[in-house]
Structure formats: C-alpha cells, structure tokens
C-alpha cells in the first residue's frame, strides 16, 4: 500500500468496478459511459493479442538469428520472408504477392479442420450411437430415438433442390422427415440457449459480487 | 502466376504435409514435417495480426484526424490499444503489468458483456415468441421452461423431464447438427487441399 493507502492492486480494482459499472449503464440505455468503456475493451483486447504476438514473432527472430547452418537459416528464414510477403496484401497493386502466404496458412487450416472434421467429430459422433453392451428396453428406445432424430436432423440440411409447396405435398414422406428433424433441431437449441442464458447469469451473479466486494473494500478506505 | 498458380501450389503443399502427417503419425519424418508447417503457419499469422492492428489504427485515425461523430471513441481505442500492445510487448503476455491489464480491463469487461448477454438473451427468447408462433417456437419455449425450472431442487419431476430432454432429443439434434457442419467443413477443407476452391487468391 502506498502513503495515500491506495495500492496498484486498489487501484486495479478501482479500474474493474468502474468498467464493470460502465458496461452494465447499458442496461438503462446506449450511452456514451457504455461506448467508451467498449472502446477501451476492444483497444486494450487487440493491442494485448498484438503484443503477444509480436513477443511471439520476436522470440522467433531471436532465435533465427543465432542460427549458425544454411538449414537453421532457411527454416527460419522461410515463414518470415512469407510474412513479409502477406504485408504487400496491405498495397493493393502488389497484394497477390500476398497470395503465396495465405495460401500456406490457409493449406495448413484447411488440413487441421479437415482432420478434426474427420477425427475429431464424424468419427466419434458416429460411434457414440452405437448401443451399451448391455441395454435395457428403455436404453433401447433412447438409442433408437436419437438415432431416428440424428438422422431427420441432418435431413433438413441435407443437399436436395428446394421443394414448392405443391411437390413437397406430393412427397410426404420428406415433408415428415423434415419437420420432425426441425423439431428435434428445435429441441436442441432450445437447450443450447439454456446453456447460454445459464451462463450468462452466472457472470452476472459473479460481477455483482466483484462489485459488491469492491464496495465493501472501498467504504473502510474512505472512512465510512 | 502470383495470383493462382503459386498460392494454390502453396496451399495443396502445406495441406497435404499437415494432412499426412495427422493421418500417419508414426512416420516420424512425415511428422515432423507436419510441425514444421504447423510452426510456419503461426509466424505468418503473427504478421497477419501486424496487419490487422495497423488497419484498425488507421481507420480509428482516420475517424479522429476527420472529427467524425465519435471521434474521441475512436481515440480511446487507439489509445488503449497502443498502450496495451506496448505494454505486452515489452514484458511478455504472463508479465506482471500485462497480468494486471488482464484484470483490470479484460477480464471484467468481458465478463460484464458476457453478463449483459442473460438480458439481451431474454429479450430475444421474449421477441421469438412474439414473431413466431408457430410449432416450433412452442417447443423451443415449452423445452426452455422445462429446462430452466428442472434447475429448482423443488420440482423433481421437471428435473427429470429435464434431463431425459438433454440426453435424448436434445442431444439427437445437436448430433445431427454436428454432423452437418463437420461433412460441411471436410468437404470444404479438401477442396482447398486439392486446389479446386482457392478462397486465398479472390
């Protein structure tokens, strides 16, 4: 604690509350009080993931820099010369030289989703509806319904010519198909948006009780 | 040249190395690769993130040097965002004054937006049964109400109801939401490997 008995971490604090207070004035209306503590929030966001990433880069160069073979060079030499490429994207007659790099990362991505696509959804989602070594008859009807609902859910996404009213009449069937997988989509995000709205009121508990932490913190300071 | 063949090359190349070495992790040189690549990938990224910032200042500049309406907001966001990205530059994103960036701006300014989102939430559940009264918004509402009371220690019976509508219908739907979005990105990402879709030369 300093002379004046406001410490950095008091003032941390001050800093928190007054953020918090700002971003919640929303609630009465959109005002100025809410804007600037956004402006802070998203300037203070990009420049804390530009500076890390710029320490990132930093301690790459560094690194490159004391390499003393051709190959050390080279394989760090090459994604900086490709970064230094990207930048041209900013001047528009030289921005497809831009192309090669955002080819690369875009190359590297592309394969790490498709991977993860592969392994790491279809793959485990699939085997996930196989039934338990030894089910009962009401686990055997929870399997078959979100096997059936698995199923007519991805129906309604599935690639077919858009249907008019009159053949969409004369095909049942689909039409069936479709509204049940709607309901079960329904069903779904209905949960999902509990999940968010339950989340959402956990923060909020836990904001309020920052806010009155720090209150109860600041009213001895200011002796009251 | 620039504009096709060498940024498709590039992208079929980097693909196709990160892509055999995930499907074939014992070939340990194929894996290496993949690393390799990998690594390269996020120092082009960093440079990416070069561009980025520099096109927020300059817009935010832009906006202040013209007094545009809400020029000194746009002033804040420069402010903050030189002075942060100074600040984590210098001594690293874990260093003590960063740490205290983190708490003192970040954490509790997301968190109260994130806080804020239970009202916008509401509002917009409230909206939806206006707009849509249809099937549909009925279960999206009779399923909500189950889920959100099933939470009261009181009402047993609902948190059964609840539970069963979490495990079985529920997780249905999302499985097959799931499923879509992954055959969505698969099909998309080896369209790229192969060269077919070439998003990065538009």
Redesign the interface.
Same mark, same amino acid.
């Given at each position: 604690m300093s002379a004046m008995g406001i410490g950095v971490e008091m003032i941390v604090a001050i800093i928190a509350a007054v953020i918090t207070l700002a971003i919640f004035s929303y609630l009465l209306s959109d005002n100025l009080l809410y804007r600037w503590a956004l402006a802070l929030l998203v300037g203070g966001g990009t420049g804390f993931a530009f500076g890390a990433a710029m320490h990132y880069l930093l301690t790459w160069l560094e690194e490159g820099w004391q390499q003393t073979s051709v190959v050390g060079q080279v394989v760090y030499g090459i994604p900086v010369l490709l970064g230094l490429l990207l930048l041209f994207k900013s001047v528009p007659r030289l921005s497809p030289l831009g192309n090669i790099s955002m080819g690369f990362v875009l190359g590297a991505g592309a394969a790490l989703a498709l991977a993860g696509a592969l392994l790491g959804t279809l793959l485990p989602q699939v085997l996930a509806m196989s039934l338990p070594p030894d089910p009962t008859t009401t686990a055997l009807i929870n399997a078959a319904i979100v096997i059936a609902g698995t199923l007519a859910a991805l129906f309604v996404f599935s690639p077919m010519p858009a249907y008019d009213a009159v053949e969409e009449r004369s095909r049942p069937l689909i039409l069936w198909l479709r509204r049940l997988g709607r309901g079960f989509i329904a069903v779904a995000l209905a949960v999902a948006f509990a999940g968010a709205l339950t989340t959402a009121l956990t923060l909020m508990v836990e904001r309020l009780w920052s806010l009155a932490a720090f209150f109860s913190k600041l009213i001895p300071l200011l002796g009251g | 040249m620039?504009?096709r063949i060498?940024?498709? @090359?590039? @992208? /079929?190349?980097?693909?196709? /190395?990160?892509?055999g070495g995930?499907?074939f992790p014992g070939y340990a040189p194929l894996h290496a690769a993949r690393l390799?690549?990998?690594?390269?990938? $996020? /120092?082009? +990224?960093?440079?990416?993130? !070069?561009?980025?910032?520099?096109?927020?200042l300059r817009v935010h500049a832009y906006r202040v040097g013209r007094r545009h309406k809400?020029w000194?907001?746009?002033l804040?966001?420069?402010?903050?965002?030189?002075?942060?990205?100074?600040?984590?530059?210098v001594e690293?994103?874990t260093g003590p004054w960063?740490r205290?960036?983190?708490?003192?701006?970040?954490?509790? %300014?997301?968190? @109260?937006?994130?806080?804020?989102?239970?009202?916008t939430?509401?509002l917009a559940?409230i909206r939806m049964l206006r707009v849509r009264r249809g +099937?549909?918004g009925l279960?999206?509402?009779v +399923?909500?109400l189950i889920?959100?009371l099933g939470?009261f220690p009181y009402l047993p019976h609902l948190g059964t109801a609840a539970a069963w509508?979490?495990?079985?219908?529920? $997780?249905? %739907? $999302?499985? %097959?939401? +799931?499923?879509?979005?992954? /055959?969505g990105?698969?099909l998309?990402?080896?369209r !790229?490997?192969l060269g077919l879709s070439?998003?990065?030369?538009d």
């Open positions: - | 620039f504009k060498l940024p498709t @090359a590039s @992208a /079929i190349l980097s693909g196709l /190395i990160v892509l995930l499907l390799l690549v990998l690594q390269w990938a $996020m /120092i082009i +990224v960093a440079f990416a993130f !070069i561009l980025g910032f520099l096109n927020l809400g000194f907001t746009s804040l966001v420069i402010i903050s965002a030189v002075g942060a990205a100074a600040l984590v530059f690293g994103p960063s205290r960036l983190l708490d003192a701006l970040l954490i509790p %300014g997301e968190g @109260a937006l994130l806080a804020l989102t239970a009202v939430l509401t559940a +099937v549909g279960l999206f509402a +399923v909500l889920l959100l939470n509508l979490r495990e079985v219908p529920a $997780m249905a %739907g $999302m499985r %097959g939401l +799931v499923l879509g979005v992954a /055959i990105i698969a998309t990402a080896l !790229i490997i070439q998003p990065h030369s």
